[in-house]
């Protein structure tokens, strides 16, 4: 079955850098588009950037020359690394694939920009 394992969250100043990983299973990794979503608590989740099989990118644009998304086919990971972080990119942070009209998500990585 799909798995979503994100990892790297934690405390960080703000200026600070963090690097998140996903680690996926249960499918061909390589072939699908891969998301990474944020959520507030009592807000709806946002879609932070996007990385397509042929290793294009997207971002929204509060995050845009901030954040980079990566892809590893060998290592079936996708991976946000976040520079200069703000306290409003605290939230959990998921990554996500739609597999045969099916969305999967990871259980989620805490991230907090405080000093």
């Known amino acids: 079955q799909v798995q979503l394992v994100e990892s790297g ?25 891969m998301n990474w979503f944020r959520q507030v608590s009592g807000k709806q989740r946002e879609l932070v950037a996007s990385i397509t099989s042929g290793g294009s990118t997207n971002y929204v644009d509060s995050v845009k020359g901030r954040f980079t998304i990566s892809r590893d086919n060998a290592k079936n990971t996708v991976y946000l690394q976040m520079n200069s972080l703000k306290p409003e990119d605290t939230a959990i942070y998921y990554c996500n694939v739609r597999r045969v009209g099916v969305v999967h998500w990871g259980q989620g990585t805490q991230v907090t920009v405080s000093s």
Do not use: D, M
């Open 9 to 33: 969250g934690g405390l960080v100043q703000p200026g600070g850098s963090l690097r998140l990983s996903c680690a996926a299973s249960g499918f061909t990794f390589r072939l699908f588009l």
